[in-house]
């Protein structure tokens, strides 16, 4: 590390601040302080006091720096572990690669302002060495050397009450040279995961996997490794097991979960792998557990975090390893403030820490597939179920054959092998990707749609809420008892199915039948999941009923029979990446049916059984289809064979940002490989009551977007009320 440099005579220090600013503050350091890169420090900033940390000196020093003289002196340095360099490295890069400013990607790593306060020290009593004196003991006295052992520090309110005397009595105690105060040992909140704890035993393919894994780990090299297999291989076990090397090596490990809150049966797991429980990171838990988390991190007593994308912004001292399980989900993608995607910056935080990642999914992303091919990322992979349990048998339900009843949702071959499945005393699940009753309101009358007053979206109706609901603003509103359009009374009418819908027709189907519904409004938090999940466990369920959450990493083994109400849903619209994360989606729900005991079955209720989507899942060859989704993308060198950066612009009146999208697209960059499409309307045009407009930028692989992104943005001026967010590697467009 550098000392702090010196500018004329009087020593200057760039300070990053946790605000969204062009880059750091210069402030002067008072004699005697000395201050080092890293050392969070308070800093008066417009009659105010603020954290901060020391950055490094810039490479290329400002052109019109501040005097000295009228530079503010730095008021104070924090008593917490300075940020390491690899993460104030990390947090440049990602500020440079999203075009965020530093200070808001550091606010993301300085979460819990509290955690950087002094931990108040606790004082406590001791027992004094044997001086010369011999100070007179009186039964009072007596009483408190009974309770206090040589060699013990207790809390002073403790020991007064355990040994029924006053402070006074302690006190005088000390002045007479019985006592001495001293600090209490920390709370050790944070067990140590023992990494030889047993765990099971690996099957042939998983031992495999598990000792290229640890190799990678011991090596204490940056190095991606994907961790492909079907549902239900073992991957878990494997990675767990690099979390032991990890743990073996002093290092600490870090696993990202794109569900955390949810993931109850996960951490049941780690639990019987470790001994104990890992850290949490989320945004659930209590302000209180973030500061001891935050600060545990920092000063290396937690050696393995679980946590959601942010705890990649925690003050590690020496990672070893990130694990990103489930690396194709877009959860990881964070769509407000800094836009990032969590498995790409995982992977430049190893980089940067000299750490392993491993990426891991039974449906990897084209993304990283492509990475894999082009020798970037080693590959593992587990062929087959553990314990020799089969793959469920996929198939599609013809809708244009078989169609449900009028006003009904599920077809004649799926009631049947519902029905066939409860019978046997095994369990089914439904699954359809949308909450609430049904997605649509219309009146019959003069066909008037209940759209949100803030947003480019229909109102779906939660009837058990009665309410009409906007699923992008929160907007909601009791369903009217007349059309607001044409006045007509009872004409509203309900057009297509959620989740509650179907359960309404379960009821009817199958009265008897035990049934849940697993949805994110309807399982609110941890408890309410960990307790749906044990009740499916223990067969105190038939019938499960669920949007995406029931995708995500569940074991249910008396599952067999998913129903998949509407296969076709994510296909519609123009996603590039639509069919992509339609086949991951399904085959990750198909993915919870059979188990060794049973075989599973899945039926898919498609209007187009012949559509590539549904060829795939049927014949399970996921490999085959992301080739073709790759020939597809490559000639046009759309991701990931090229890059993509959306701008969104936005304002509340939809001629300034129609004005200034016009402004951008006519400064538009271009040359070879360069594109720019657009000005269009966004797709959601409307959003929270601002206007949306979008223009992407298409580049070769070999061209970086941030560059030309930053000349562009640097040509049009922006008025105050029109914002600009830049995008880089949109995942929904
Ligand atoms: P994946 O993540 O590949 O879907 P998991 O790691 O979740 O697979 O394992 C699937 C199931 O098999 C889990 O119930 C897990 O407890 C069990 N399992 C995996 N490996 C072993 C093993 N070596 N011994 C015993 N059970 C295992
Ligand atoms: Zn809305």
């Not at 008021?75 to 890069?93: E, G, H, K, N, Q």
């Not at 991957?235 to 032991?244: F, G, H, I, N, P």
């Not at 964070?334 to 491993?358: F, I």
């Not at 199915?497 to 519904?517: I, K, Q, S, T």
Request: net charge neutral; hydrophobic share 45%; charged share 20%.
């Amino acid at each position: 590390m550098k000392d702090t440099p010196t500018v004329s005579g009087r020593p200057r220090v760039p300070v990053m601040l946790p605000l969204p600013l062009a880059g750091a503050y210069d402030y002067a350091v008072p004699a005697p302080m000395a201050l080092r890169p890293g050392e969070f420090v308070s800093v008066p900033l417009n009659q105010r006091e603020v954290l901060g940390v020391v950055w490094d000196a810039p490479e290329v020093p400002e052109a019109n720096p501040v005097p000295d003289r009228r530079l503010k002196p730095v008021a104070s340095v924090l008593p917490a572990p300075p940020m390491t360099a690899s993460l104030r490295r990390f947090i440049d890069w990602v500020a440079a690669y999203t075009l965020s400013p530093p200070g808001a990607v550091l606010r993301m790593a300085m979460s819990v302002p509290a955690a950087l306060e002094a931990p108040a020290p606790q004082a406590g009593w001791t027992l004094a060495p044997p001086g010369n004196s011999r100070p007179r003991i009186t039964p009072e006295r007596q009483r408190v050397l009974d309770v206090l052992r040589a060699g013990e520090v207790h809390a002073g309110a403790l020991l007064a009450q355990a040994a029924g005397v006053s402070l006074g009595v302690l006190r005088g105690m000390a002045e007479n040279g019985l006592l001495r105060p001293a600090l209490l040992p920390r709370n050790r909140r944070f067990a140590r995961p023992d990494p030889s704890h047993p765990g099971p035993a690996l099957g042939p393919a998983q031992a495999a996997a598990g000792a290229a894994l640890r190799n990678r780990v011991a090596a204490q090299r940056f190095g991606v490794t994907l961790l492909t297999g079907v549902t239900g291989s073992g991957k878990t076990e494997v990675y767990l097991d690099a979390v032991a090397e990890c743990l073996a090596r002093g290092r600490q490990a870090l696993v990202l979960l794109p569900e955390i809150a949810l993931s109850t049966q996960w951490l049941e797991r780690f639990e019987a792998r470790f001994g104990v429980a890992p850290a949490l990171w989320h945004s659930e838990i209590t302000s209180r557990t973030r500061r001891d988390t935050w600060r545990a991190v920092a000063e290396g007593e937690a050696p393995v975090v679980v946590g959601a994308r942010s705890a990649l912004f925690l003050p590690f001292p020496d990672l070893g390893l990130i694990v990103v399980d489930e690396e194709h989900e877009t959860a990881f993608k964070q769509e407000e403030g800094v836009v990032y995607h969590a498995r790409d910056m995982a992977v430049v935080r190893a980089r940067l820490s000299q750490a392993a990642c491993v990426l891991v999914s039974a449906t990897p992303s084209l993304e990283s597939l492509t990475n894999v091919e082009a020798g970037r990322y080693t590959a593992l992979d587990l062929p087959e179920r553990h314990g020799g349990a089969s793959l469920p048998v996929v198939e599609v339900v013809d809708l244009r054959r078989t169609p449900p009843e009028r006003g009904r949702f599920l077809a004649p071959p799926l009631v049947e092998a519902v029905t066939a499945t409860i019978e046997r005393g095994e369990q089914a699940m439904l699954f359809l990707n949308r909450r609430g009753y049904a997605p649509l309101t219309l009146c019959r009358h003069c066909g008037h749609r209940m759209r949100c007053p803030n947003c480019t979206a229909w109102l779906v109706e939660h009837r058990a809420k009665r309410l009409l609901q906007c699923h992008h603003c929160g907007h909601a509103e009791p369903p009217p008892a007349e059309c607001p359009e044409c006045g007509t009374a009872n004409s509203l009418t309900a057009v297509g199915p959620g989740v509650e819908r179907v359960m309404e027709e379960a009821n009817a189907l199958w009265p008897d039948a035990r049934r849940l519904v697993m949805a994110s409004d309807t399982l609110p938090g941890p408890a309410a999941a960990a307790e749906a999940a044990r009740a499916i466990q223990d067969r105190e369920v038939d019938l499960i009923i669920g949007t995406q959450i029931v995708a995500k990493g569940w074991h249910f083994p008396h599952l067999t029979l998913v129903g998949v109400v509407d296969a076709d849903l994510g296909l519609a619209g123009g996603d590039l990446r639509a069919a992509e994360r339609t086949v991951q989606l399904l085959h990750q729900v198909a993915g919870r049916a059979g188990r060794a005991e049973a075989p599973g079955r899945v039926l898919l209720q498609s209007f187009s059984p012949e559509h590539p989507v549904m060829q795939a899942l049927i014949s399970g060859d996921l490999a085959a289809f992301m080739q073709e989704e790759a020939a597809m993308r490559r000639p046009g060198h759309w991701p990931p064979f090229g890059r993509l950066a959306a701008l969104i612009v936005s304002a509340e009146e939809e001629r300034e940002a129609d004005r200034t999208a016009r402004d951008l697209g006519l400064a538009a960059p271009g040359g070879e490989g360069v594109q720019v499409l657009g000005p269009a309307p966004a797709p959601l045009a409307l959003l929270r009551g601002r206007h949306r407009r979008r223009l992407l930028l298409k580049t070769r692989r070999d061209i970086a977007v941030q560059p030309i992104l930053r000349e562009w943005l640097a040509r049009v001026p922006v008025p105050n009320h029109v914002r600009v967010q830049v995008d880089v590697d949109p995942v929904g467009f």
